[in-house]
């Protein structure tokens, strides 16, 4: 006998169980996770920061309507998710352009002279010709927000199925039937949050692609700079994002802000690629990278124009997308899944509705 539902959801990540959170108990819910737990993929290998300037005006809008939650008020849990930590934009001549269109239009972001950037982050080099500071920048707690998400989601009456593969997918009548894990599932919705899988399971469904394509992040945790207490530092990032580093439980963060494009599957970081990226944060700063505590390296997946997308298929009745975060899916995880929740339950969305266009899937053009 199939396991029926109102809406079953593929991934178990930020997008999938922040959605089931969402959708609170007016929809029974399934959440289908292929590891054997949740956030194995791109949401346990985050940076794990809040950018408010970060990305394109539809992802700034994302952001800015994701502060209330991260911030504690969506009632998810007694405190926010986020702490004080600012970020810092550095840079030298040769960056100047790239600098001066991240402060377009940028909210909180405060040009400051180099020298006070370098007395916020002692270790900068002296070619820096140019700085800004955003002083909302935060911390996510993301395992938190994950596990307040998941709580909320059970509380709601939303199950958890990992070790639960989706391979295969049809529509039948009103309903789509999915096999996962050995079991049938029914549900007239069905949502696609399979982060670097999710034009993998739109093929399954019989739906096209929407080139929905992972690229690989690495980072490296390095010990603190000798004699450094680098607990208070900001988040830092080159304007041409060669590199970015943040503090870490007393270390440092540093990725080499990779972007090379694989196919889906388990990432892991290219010596090579690490290597170079750490080279740049060298040449940045007055440290000697002299060993690398350990690291990793996960999928930031993209839409062709790098804005998420969510919204229902305009070929597939009950089909909806929730994929294509890129680097911005924890913070905008409250905003996407509220919009994706909204959707669901047929209310009129809390977004603006020039935001809810752009993030419909329907804009690209060989989707029709
Ligand atoms: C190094 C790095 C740094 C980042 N830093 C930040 C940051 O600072 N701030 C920020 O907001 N974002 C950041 N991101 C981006 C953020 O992590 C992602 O946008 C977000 O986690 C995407 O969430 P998701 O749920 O869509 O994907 P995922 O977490 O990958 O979840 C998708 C899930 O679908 C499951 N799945 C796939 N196919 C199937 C199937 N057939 N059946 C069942 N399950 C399936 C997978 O196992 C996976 O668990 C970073 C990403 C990386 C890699």
Known sequence: MPITCDCLIIGGGIAGIGLAAHLGAE???????????????????????????????????????????????????????????????????????????????????????????????????????????????????????????????????????????????????????????GETYEAPVLVNAAGAWADTVAGLAGLPPLGIQPYRRSAAILPAPEGMDVSSWPAVVSASEAWYAKPEAGKLLVSPADEDPLEPQDAWPDDMVLAEGLDRFEKATTVSVTRVERSWAGLRSFAPDRTPVAGFSDRADGFLWLAGQGGYGIQTSPALSRLAADLILGRTPALAPAVVAALDPGRFNSYG
């Open 27 to 181: 929809r029974s819910t399934v959440i289908l996770e292929m590891e054997d737990a949740p956030g194995r993929h791109a949401t346990g290998r985050s940076a794990a920061i809040f950018i408010r300037n970060y990305g394109n005006a539809t992802l700034r809008a994302l952001n800015g309507a994701s502060v209330e939650v991260l911030s504690g008020g969506g009632g998810f849990a007694e405190t926010g998710f986020l702490s004080p930590r600012g970020e810092l934009v550095v840079a030298k001549a040769d960056e100047m352009e790239r600098f001066s269109a991240y402060l377009q239009g940028a909210d909180g972001l405060e040009e400051i002279p180099v020298a006070e950037a370098r007395r916020l982050f002692p270790i900068l080099s002296d070619d820096h010709v140019a700085a800004a500071h955003e002083a909302g920048a935060a911390d996510i707690d993301v395992d938190r927000l994950l596990q307040a998400y998941l709580r909320a989601a059970r509380h709601a009456g939303s199950r958890l199925v990992t070790s639960a593969r989706v391979s295969a997918i049809s529509r039948k009548g009103d309903v789509w039937r999915v096999e996962a894990g």
